[in-house]
Structures are given as C-alpha cells and as structure tokens.
C-alpha cells in the first residue's frame, strides 16, 4: 500500500510541467514616497515609517536577538532602552493590534505623576520620580506637547485632610519636589472653582499625551533599523526549540491564521491587560497575579467650560488601592481637542477589553470568577465596588464625585468622553499590588514576564525600561 502512494506520488511530480520562476524587482507601489495627501492622514511622524520602510529587512526578518511581547508604553520604552545599551542586538516588538499603544497606554488621563502616592522604597515610587524627569526631557527633546501645570490633591474635611499630610510625608520621602500643603483661602486664589478645606500642592505634576510619545518611541526605533514592530502579530505559542532559543508563533488578533512565526534568543513580555496569560502561555505561573480589570469613564468639559480648572485637581485616594478617584485634568490631546477630561471612574469590568459596560466576554467574566483575590477584593470593597458600578451607568452620581471640590459643576458643562481599561493585580487577601511586579527566569531563563504594570506606569515608563533593561542584562548574561 505504502508502496503505491510512493509510486503515485512520483508519477504525479514527474508529470507536472517544471517553470523557471520569475521574480519582480518590487512589488507595486515599493518605493513610492508617501503622498503629501496621505501624509495629512497619518500624521508625519507615521508617514515617514511608511516611505522609509526597507522591505529587505523588515519583511521576512525573523529572527531576533530580543523580541518583546507588547508594544503598549512599557514594551516600547523597554525596546528603546536595550538598544540604546546594546545597539548590536536585533530586536523586535510584537502587538496584536494594528498600531502600538492602542490598550491602556493610549486610553488614560495623560497626566505625569510627581510620586506621590507610592510607599516610599519601592520601585514604583523610584521610577515613577525618574520617570517624570526622563518623561519631560524626552518631550522637550523631541518637541512633544508637554506642561508642568501641576496639581492640587484636596480634602474636603479635617478627616481628609489627615490623608493630604499622609501624602505630602509620603511624597516628600520619595523625593518630590516643591510640594506645600495649603489652606482654602490659597485654593480659592490658585482655583477659583475650587472650594476645598486643604490641599497638597504639587508644581511638579504634569500633563502629556502618551499615545503620542508611544509614537514618537515607535518611530526612533523603526528609523535605528535594528527594530522590527511587527503590528497585527498576537503572540499564542511560546516553544523552546533545539539550539535554545525561543519560537514565538500567532496570527492576527482574533483570527486563527496566517500562521505568523519568529524566533528570538530571549524574550521579554509585556502585555498590560492580558499579561497573566501571556505569563501562562511562556510557561510561568499564571495561577499567580491574576489581572482584574476596571473600566475608567470620563466626560469631558465641553469647550466654552474647559477652562473651569487651570491645574490636575485630585480628591484624596478613595482606598481599596484602585485609581486615585474621579479628577479634573486639562489635557494637551490634540486628536480630543485639548479638552478638560473629568474621570475616570474605576467599575469591574466583565471583559478584559470592557471599554462599554455590556461588553462581555465570558472567559474574562469566569476569570475573575475563579479569583479567590478579586473575590476578597470585591466582598472587602463592596461598597465602592457597587458605588463604581453605579457611577458608571449614572451621570448624576459621576458628577456628584466632582461637585464635591468644584460646586459649581453641572450636567450642561459636561459631555461624555471616552474610556479605558485598567489591568491591576491583586494579592492574596484582596489587596491592589503596590509596586511593579516582574517574572523571571521563565522557560529556563530565556524569558522575563512583566506581570504588574499599572499607573504610574506610563508616567515611569523610560525608567521601567531602565529596570527591566537591568534584569534583562543579569537573567540573559548580556555583557
Ligand atoms: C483610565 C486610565 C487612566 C490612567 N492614567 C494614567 C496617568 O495619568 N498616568 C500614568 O502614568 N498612568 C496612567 N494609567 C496607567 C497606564 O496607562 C498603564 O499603566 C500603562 O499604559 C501600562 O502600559 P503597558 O505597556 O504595560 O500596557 P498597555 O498599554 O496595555 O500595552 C500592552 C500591549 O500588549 C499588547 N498585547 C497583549 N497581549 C498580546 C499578545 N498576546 N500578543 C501581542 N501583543 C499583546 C496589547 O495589545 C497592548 O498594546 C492609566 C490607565 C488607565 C486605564
């Protein structure tokens, strides 16, 4: 039997005609200068990528020195890092949306944490303080839109205010600078709309667009020529082949194919939202550090209102260790029209990509319903959980959270905005992780997980890449 599938098998390769292949010096269009029209379209940082691009060696090029799973803030900045100590190395970014920063990092307040809110010691409260100063110079530098236009955290009573000197001691250890607690009549002269018992004020906050210097970073890298982004690419196999290198194999984000594959010598990931899996696709613990996710709402000043605030005005944290409550942030966001956002709120959501509230997907849903530390979470919470939920679907409880400090606010001044999603770890006991969080030495040291990234993450980011480029360098023996 088997002898005649061999002898047809012959039979039909000597019967098919032999052609002499014939290839094209380029494929249509290769070369061609983006027009100034389309230009107009992606913006000039984008449109260069596009002229620019050597297919020689960004198409097909497949194996890599690095390749890092993620290209939201924290992956990029990661990338920019490594090649800036090891310009030899080749590296690629992988991300499973069609652009970068298109998850947290382009969804969020935009604004430049001073370190205020972090336990003095830990990496969060260091690299969020190096972080900012990296943050402003790399704005100034690349002529990003960037302003130091401060912040006043306020306590609406003398209990508050107890948690305005918590944070100005807590800040202080960590190195901020400038920071002075103020009375309510310097408010009332700083922010007219703001009626308030105290505050903490912090010159050093600022404001920026992070999906813009995502962008920024993704084009230096691009124009290095070591760095292939390879967009559209959702990493879902993760094989240590032979000759000890890792074989890293996905498609397009939610299709089952083309197959796409590349192999790389160490692996970092990066995943925000889903690092979890990511983690249990390497073969690291994804029992442990499981994400939660909270969709952030906001609204917005509408234009003839958007000067109501001049500076970031922050209530003191609500506690539960989720995000610092709904705030007032002048923005520098030239695609949402420089608008004052109002938000976000912080509700569970039932997907891990929940931008809407009755987007669900069940996995995510039964996730969390197989998290014994959201579980503690939400029982220990249950009263913000359900006030959050709420908020969400009810303008006037949103609102109510902001008239506390800005009386004057009302429904009219305000239109709805946009959303994002917020990937937070929770201990066991329920308790919001309060630092940054690494996985290493994963698939027999060839891979390093990033497991906890949330805010200030985008504020700490070229400082994260600093961290992780140092673990990278032990874990890998890079010299
Ligand atoms: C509402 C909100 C407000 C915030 N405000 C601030 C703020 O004002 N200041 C601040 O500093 N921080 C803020 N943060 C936090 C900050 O946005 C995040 O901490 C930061 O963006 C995390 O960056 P990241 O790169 O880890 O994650 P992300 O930006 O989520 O990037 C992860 C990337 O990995 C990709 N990915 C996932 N799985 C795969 C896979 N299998 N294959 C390929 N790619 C994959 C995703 O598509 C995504 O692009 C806020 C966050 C939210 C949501």
């Given at each position: 039997?088997?002898?005649?599938?061999?002898?047809?098998?012959?039979?039909?390769?000597?019967?098919?005609?032999?052609?002499?292949?014939?290839?094209?010096?380029?494929?249509?269009?290769?070369?061609?200068?983006?027009?100034?029209?389309?230009?107009?379209?992606?913006?000039?940082?984008?449109?260069?990528?596009?002229?620019?691009?050597?297919?020689?060696?960004?198409?097909?090029?497949?194996?890599?020195?690095?390749?890092?799973?993620?290209?939201?803030?924290?992956?990029?900045?990661?990338?920019?890092?490594?090649?800036?100590?090891?310009?030899?190395?080749?590296?690629?970014?992988?991300?499973?949306?069609?652009?970068?920063?298109?998850?947290?990092?382009?969804?969020?307040?935009?604004?430049?944490?001073?370190?205020?809110?972090?336990?003095?010691?830990?990496?969060?409260?260091?690299?969020?303080?190096?972080?900012?100063?990296?943050?402003?110079?790399?704005?100034?530098?690349?002529?990003?839109?960037?302003?130091?236009?401060?912040?006043?955290?306020?306590?609406?009573?003398?209990?508050?205010?107890?948690?305005?000197?918590?944070?100005?001691?807590?800040?202080?250890?960590?190195?901020?600078?400038?920071?002075?607690?103020?009375?309510?009549?310097?408010?009332?002269?700083?922010?007219?709309?703001?009626?308030?018992?105290?505050?903490?004020?912090?010159?050093?906050?600022?404001?920026?667009?992070?999906?813009?210097?995502?962008?920024c970073i993704a084009k230096e890298l691009r124009k290095s020529g070591r760095v292939d982004i390879k967009t559209s690419f959702e990493a879902k196999k993760f094989e240590k082949t032979s000759d000890n290198k890792v074989r890293i194999s996905g498609s397009e984000k939610i299709m089952d194919g083309p197959q796409l594959q590349v192999t790389a010598k160490h692996v970092i990931t990066c995943g925000g939202l889903y690092s979890d899996r990511l983690a249990g696709l390497t073969?690291?613990?994804?029992?442990?550090?499981?994400?939660?996710?909270?969709?952030?709402?906001?609204?917005?000043?509408?234009?003839?209102?958007?000067?109501?605030?001049?500076?970031?005005?922050?209530?003191?944290?609500?506690?539960?260790?989720?995000?610092?409550?709904?705030?007032?942030?002048?923005?520098?966001?030239?695609?949402?029209?420089?608008?004052?956002?109002?938000?976000?709120?912080?509700?569970?959501?039932?997907?891990?990509?929940?931008?809407?509230?009755?987007?669900?997907?069940?996995?995510?849903?039964?996730?969390?319903?197989?998290?014994?530390?959201?579980?503690?979470?939400?029982?220990?919470?249950?009263?913000?959980?359900?006030?959050e939920l709420y908020r969400d679907l009810n303008k006037n409880a949103f609102l109510r959270s902001g008239q506390k400090y800005v009386p004057g606010l009302t429904g009219e001044m305000v239109e709805p905005s946009f959303a994002g999603v917020m990937a937070q770890v929770f201990e066991k006991g329920g308790v919001a992780a309060g630092d940054f969080i690494v996985e290493r030495k994963v698939m027999d040291g060839l891979i390093l997980n990033v497991r906890n990234a949330p805010?200030?993450?985008?504020?700490?980011?070229?400082?994260?890449?600093?961290?992780?480029?140092?673990?990278?360098?032990?874990?890998?023996?890079?010299?």
């Open positions: 039997m088997l002898a005649r599938k061999l002898i047809f098998s012959r039979q039909l390769s000597t019967s098919l005609p032999r052609f002499q292949v014939k290839l094209f010096d380029k494929l249509p269009g290769e070369g061609r200068q983006v027009s100034k029209g389309v230009q107009d379209l992606l913006g000039p940082l984008r449109a260069e990528n596009f002229s620019n691009a050597d297919p020689s060696k960004t198409v097909g090029y497949d194996h890599f020195d690095v390749a890092i799973v993620g290209g939201g803030i924290v992956g990029l900045a990661t990338a920019r890092e490594i090649l800036k100590r090891h310009p030899h190395l080749k590296l690629t970014v992988l991300e499973k949306e069609a652009d970068v920063a298109g998850q947290q990092t382009g969804h969020n307040s935009g604004v430049i944490h001073a370190g205020l809110y972090y336990e003095p010691g830990s990496q969060m409260a260091h690299t969020c303080v190096r972080g900012a100063d990296l943050m402003y110079q790399y704005c100034e530098d690349n002529n990003l839109p960037v302003e130091r236009c401060g912040k006043l955290v306020v306590a609406c009573n003398e209990k508050e205010h107890a948690q305005v000197e918590k944070l100005y001691r807590q800040g202080t250890a960590n190195g901020v600078k400038g920071l002075k607690i103020i009375n309510s009549d310097e408010i009332t002269e700083l922010e007219p709309n703001v009626k308030a018992y105290s505050a903490l004020l912090s010159p050093n906050t600022g404001i920026v667009n992070y999906w813009l210097v995502s962008q073969g690291g613990n994804d029992k442990k550090h499981r994400i939660v996710s909270f969709r952030g709402t906001y609204y917005q000043l509408k234009p003839e209102y958007r000067t109501l605030v001049k500076r970031n005005i922050y209530p003191v944290p609500s506690g539960g260790g989720i995000p610092v409550g709904v705030h007032f942030t002048p923005t520098v966001d030239v695609r949402r029209g420089h608008q004052t956002i109002v938000g976000p709120g912080a509700c569970i959501t039932f997907s891990r990509e929940g931008y809407r509230f009755f987007d669900i997907k069940i996995r995510d849903v039964w996730d969390n319903v197989m998290n014994s530390a959201f579980w503690a979470f939400a029982l220990k919470n249950f009263n913000l959980s359900m006030g805010s200030p993450a985008c504020t700490a980011s070229l400082a994260i890449g600093e961290m992780i480029t140092d673990t990278a360098e032990q874990d890998f023996n890079w010299k």
